[in-house]
C-alpha cells in the first residue's frame, strides 16, 4: 500500500462533513479510552499512593510517550511512576498488573476469536467437525480458564519470592508484597476497566473501517479486530514502527475474511490500511505527543530534602 497516498487520501476525506463528525465520535472514545485507562492506574496505584484523576491521566500520557521508544512498550512501566513521590518500585509492579489484565483480554477475545473463524476459514474439510477441531477447542479454553486462574490468584506471586529469593535480598522482597493486595472483587474491577477498554478501541476500529467503506458486520469485524490485536500482543515490536506491521497484520486476516465473501472486493485493502492507520495516529501518536509535554517536566533526580 502506499503511504503517502493512503494520508493524501485521509486528508482529501477530512474536508467532507460526513467524515469529520465521524472522526470527531471516534476521536471523542480515544478521550473514553484513556480516561478509562486512568481510572484503571489510579485505582491500582491507590493502594501505595493517593493521586488525582489529573495527576494519573499525566502519568498515564507520558508513559505512552516513552513506551513509543521502547519494545513492546515497556517503557511505559517507567514513564507512569515517575509522577509517584514514594514507592516507585511497587509503582512499576503495580502497572505491570494493569497491563497483565489487558493482555489477558487480548488473549481470551483472539483465542475466543480464533475458535468462532475457524470454521468459517476451513468450511468443507474434515478439520470444521473432526477431532482436531474439539481437542484445539478443550486446549484453548483450559488454557483461558488456567490464564484467569492464575490472575485472580496474584498472591501466589507473594508467597512465590519467599522460596525464590534468599533472606540477603529481604530488601526486594518487600516490594513483591504488591501481589498480595488486591482482593478478588478488586481484580474483577480492573478486569472490567479493561474489557471496556477493550470494546472502546475495538469499536474504534470499526467505524473507521465502515468510515473507509469496509462492508463488514460489527459481529464479524469484532472477531477480526481480536485476531489482530492477539498477534500485535506477542509479536515483538516498538511503537514508532508498529504501523506498518499494524497495518499488514490488518490486511492479513481481512484478506483471509473478504477471501471467503462473495462480496469482498480488492478496494478493502486500501480502507483496511487506512482505518489501522488512523487509528494508530488517533490512539497513540495523539496521547505520545500530549504526552512529551509532561516527559519534559519530569524531574529524574529528585533532591532529597
Not at 149 to 158: K, P, Q, R, T, V
Amino acid at each position: 500500500t502506499n503511504l503517502p497516498g493512503l494520508l493524501q487520501t485521509i486528508k482529501n476525506d477530512l474536508l467532507k462533513p460526513r467524515f469529520q463528525i465521524q472522526l470527531a465520535m471516534i476521536i471523542l472514545l480515544m478521550i473514553v479510552n484513556w480516561s478509562l485507562e486512568t481510572i484503571k492506574w489510579r485505582f491500582l496505584i491507590a493502594k501505595v499512593e493517593q493521586v488525582s484523576f489529573f495527576k494519573a491521566l499525566q502519568a498515564v500520557l507520558t508513559g505512552v510517550s516513552i513506551s513509543s521508544f521502547t519494545p513492546n512498550r515497556i517503557g511505559e512501566y517507567f514513564g507512569r511512576v515517575f509522577i509517584l513521590k514514594k514507592s516507585r518500585i511497587e509503582g512499576i509492579l503495580i502497572t505491570i498488573v494493569g497491563s497483565m489484565s489487558q493482555l489477558l483480554v487480548t488473549v481470551l477475545t483472539g483465542t475466543i476469536s480464533m475458535l468462532i473463524i475457524i470454521p468459517d476459514l476451513g468450511s468443507g474439510t474434515p478439520f470444521q467437525h473432526g477431532y482436531l477441531y474439539t481437542g484445539t477447542i478443550i486446549f484453548v479454553l483450559s488454557m483461558d480458564l488456567l490464564l484467569l486462574g492464575l490472575f485472580f490468584n496474584l498472591s501466589f506471586l507473594a508467597e512465590l519470592k519467599k522460596k525464590i529469593i534468599r533472606k540477603r535480598l529481604k530488601r526486594v522482597r518487600k516490594f513483591f508484597r504488591i501481589f498480595a493486595f488486591y482482593h478478588n472483587s478488586e481484580l474483577s474491577t480492573v478486569l472490567m476497566l479493561s474489557l471496556a477498554r477493550y470494546i472502546v478501541f475495538s469499536t474504534q476500529f470499526f467505524l473507521l473501517l465502515r468510515l473507509f467503506d469496509v462492508e463488514v458486520l460489527y459481529g464479524n469485524a469484532l472477531v477480526l479486530i481480536s485476531l489482530i490485536y492477539l498477534i500485535m500482543a506477542v509479536m515483538p515490536t516498538i511503537a514508532l514502527t508498529e504501523l506498518g506491521i499494524r497495518g499488514s497484520v490488518a490486511l492479513y486476516f481481512f484478506g483471509l475474511w473478504f477471501g471467503q465473501s462473495c462480496t469482498g472486493d480488492v478496494t478493502y485493502k486500501a480502507g483496511v490500511f487506512a482505518a489501522s492507520t488512523l487509528l494508530w495516529m488517533i490512539n497513540l501518536g495523539i496521547p505520545a505527543l500530549i504526552g512529551t509535554i509532561f516527559v519534559f517536566r519530569l524531574q529524574f533526580f529528585r533532591k532529597k530534602d
